[in-house]
C-alpha cells in the first residue's frame, strides 16, 4: 500500500497546529474556543463525544475558494462534494453561499435538494448508479450527469427515451495521473475502477451525440483525493483540455469541463497546494478554450472547519507506554484506523495544554488494536475527564461513523460567532435497534 506523502513531515507542536487553524483559539481562562464559544462549555451541555464545527471557518474558505477563481478570470462554480460531510446544515449553509453539489447517490441526490439546492447546480457522479437512481436524476432534472462507462450511457439512454427526458451527460474520464495520494483514495490511474479510459472518450461522446436522450455538454475527471501538490492537477487537466480540442475538431460541442475535487488540507501543518495554485492551473489548462469550470471540492471546504472533541476515560500504563483512552473512538472517526490519516491532537483545557509533554498513544475504546488516533504523539499529562479536540474532522469524518460496538452516533453542534446550536442530538441507544425484527 502506497503510504501518504506527508509521512515524513515532523509532527507540529499543539501550539503550531491551533495557530495554523484561525477559527481555534486557546484562552488562559476558557480554555480552546471555536470562534467566540469555548469547546469546554459544549461539553458541558451536550458531552463528548461530539462533532463541533466553525460556520464562520466554512463560509470563509467557500469564499476564498470562489475568490481565488474569480481573481483568476474564470467561470468556475463549485458544486460542493456532498459526501465529505452531508448534514442539511452544512448544506444549507454551502446554498446560501451559492454552491452546488455533487452527489453519488439517490440519499445525497435527496439530501441537496432537502437543503435547497437548485436541480439545476447539482452534478451526479459515480462508478454505478442504479437505474432507479438516474430515474431520479431525470425526474428532478439535474443540471448535469457524470457517465463512467459505455455501459452507464447507454442505460441512461434507454431510461431518458423511456422518460422522454433529455440528460445533459458529461462522461468522467480517467487521464491516468497518479495523484500521488494515498492508495485507498486515488481514483485517476488507469488501473482505478472510475472513469472512461482517455483512448475511449472520443469514440464515446461521439456515441452519446448519437444515443437518443442524451446530450454531451463536456468532459470531467477527478483523479483523487488529499492531494498535495500541483503537479498531478496539471497533468491531467493538460489531458482534458487535449481532448476538448481534439472533440471540438470532430465538430462536437464542449461547454463544461469538470475538475473534480480533490484539493488537500495541511492534516500536519505541511506546505500544500494553494487555491491560486489551483485557479491558476485550471486557467493555464482551460483559458483559451472558452468553457464553464466546474468543480466539486469536499475535503477543502469543511475539513478543517471541524473538530472531533472527546473526553479522556483514563490514562493507562502498559509495557512502559502510555495509553490515553478516548471517548471517542474508531467506530466515530475511522480515518486513522481506514488511511493510517494523521489528525492534530489538541488538549482543550489552558493549563492540560503547557503542561510537559511525553509520547502517548491516543486510542478508543473499541475493541481492536486498529482503534488508535494516534501513536507516540506528543501530549501532556491527560487525566480522566481531560478534553481533547482531534482537528480537522469536519470531513469523512461523522458521514463515515459506524454503530461498531453499539456505540450511538455522536451529537453534531454548529457554531456562528457566539452562537452554538446542536444540529444533531446525541442518537440515544434505543435507536440503535429501533429497527431490527426479532422474528416470532
Ligand atoms: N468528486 C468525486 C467524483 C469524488 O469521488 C470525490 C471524493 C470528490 C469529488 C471530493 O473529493 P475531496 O475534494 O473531498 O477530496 N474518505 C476519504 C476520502 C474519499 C474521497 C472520495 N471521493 C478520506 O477520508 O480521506
Avoid at 501518504?4 to 476558557?30: F, G, K, Q, V
Avoid at 511525553?358 to 501532556?380: N, Q, Y
Wanted: proline share 7%; glycine share 10%.
Amino acid at each position: 500500500m502506497a503510504a501518504a506523502p506527508d509521512d515524513n513531515t515532523p509532527d507540529p507542536s499543539i501550539a503550531e497546529l491551533i495557530a495554523a487553524r484561525p477559527h481555534l483559539r486557546m484562552h488562559a481562562m476558557d480554555g480552546l474556543t471555536m470562534e467566540d464559544v469555548p469547546l469546554g462549555r459544549i461539553a458541558d451541555e451536550v458531552g463528548t463525544p461530539t462533532w463541533i464545527y466553525s460556520a464562520g471557518a466554512l463560509r470563509a474558505r467557500y469564499r476564498a475558494l470562489t475568490g481565488a477563481l474569480k481573481d483568476a478570470g474564470l467561470d468556475a462554480h463549485p458544486h460542493y462534494a456532498v459526501k465529505a460531510n452531508d448534514h442539511l446544515a452544512i448544506l444549507s449553509l454551502l446554498r446560501r453561499e451559492g454552491a452546488g453539489a455533487d452527489v453519488v447517490s439517490e440519499g445525497e441526490l435527496l439530501r441537496a435538494r432537502a437543503a435547497g439546492i437548485p436541480a439545476s447546480r447539482i452534478v451526479y457522479s459515480g462508478v454505478g448508479k442504479s437505474e432507479r437512481e438516474l430515474r431520479l436524476a431525470l425526474t428532478e432534472d439535474i443540471g448535469q450527469i457524470n457517465v463512467e462507462s459505455g455501459e452507464e450511457l447507454r442505460m441512461l439512454s434507454a431510461i431518458a427515451v423511456s422518460m422522454d427526458r433529455i440528460a445533459r451527460v458529461v462522461p468522467r474520464i480517467n487521464p491516468d495521473v497518479d495523484a500521488g495520494t494515498h492508495e485507498k483514495i486515488s481514483t485517476g490511474r488507469a488501473r482505478d475502477k472510475f472513469g472512461i479510459p482517455f483512448d475511449e472518450a472520443i469514440a464515446l461522446y461521439a456515441e452519446a451525440s448519437r444515443l437518443p436522450g442524451i446530450e454531451p455538454v463536456g468532459i470531467a475527471t477527478h483523479i483523487g483525493s488529499q492531494i498535495m501538490d500541483l503537479a498531478p492537477y496539471r497533468a491531467a487537466f493538460g489531458r482534458i483540455a487535449e481532448l476538448v480540442r481534439a472533440l471540438r475538431e470532430k465538430g462536437h460541442t464542449v461547454r463544461v469541463v469538470d475538475c473534480g475535487g480533490g484539493l488537500g488540507i495541511p492534516y500536519r501543518n505541511q506546505p500544500g497546494p494553494s487555491l491560486a495554485g489551483l485557479a491558476g492551473v485550471i486557467k493555464a489548462a482551460f483559458h483559451n478554450l472558452d468553457v464553464r469550470v466546474a468543480l466539486e471540492p469536499g475535503r477543502w471546504l469543511v475539513g478543517p472547519t471541524g473538530v472531533l472533541l472527546a473526553s479522556v476515560i483514563l490514562q493507562k500504563q502498559a509495557s512502559g507506554a502510555r495509553f490515553v483512552v478516548l471517548d471517542a473512538a474508531m467506530n466515530d472517526l475511522v480515518r486513522p484506523a481506514m488511511y493510517d490519516a494523521w489528525h492534530g491532537i489538541v488538549p482543550v483545557g489552558s493549563a492540560d495544554a503547557a503542561g510537559p509533554v511525553s509520547p502517548g498513544d491516543v486510542v478508543g475504546p473499541v475493541c481492536e488494536s486498529s482503534d488508535t488516533f494516534a501513536r507516540g504523539r506528543l501530549l501532556p499529562d491527560l487525566g480522566p475527564g481531560a478534553l481533547v479536540a482531534i482537528l480537522d474532522a469536519g470531513a469523512y469524518g461523522s458521514v463515515m461513523s459506524s454503530p461498531y460496538n453499539a456505540r450511538p452516533r455522536a451529537a453534531e453542534v454548529l457554531v456562528d460567532g457566539s452562537d452554538w446550536t446542536v444540529i444533531r442530538a446525541r442518537q440515544p441507544h434505543s435507536a440503535l435497534w429501533a429497527d431490527e425484527i426479532v422474528p416470532a
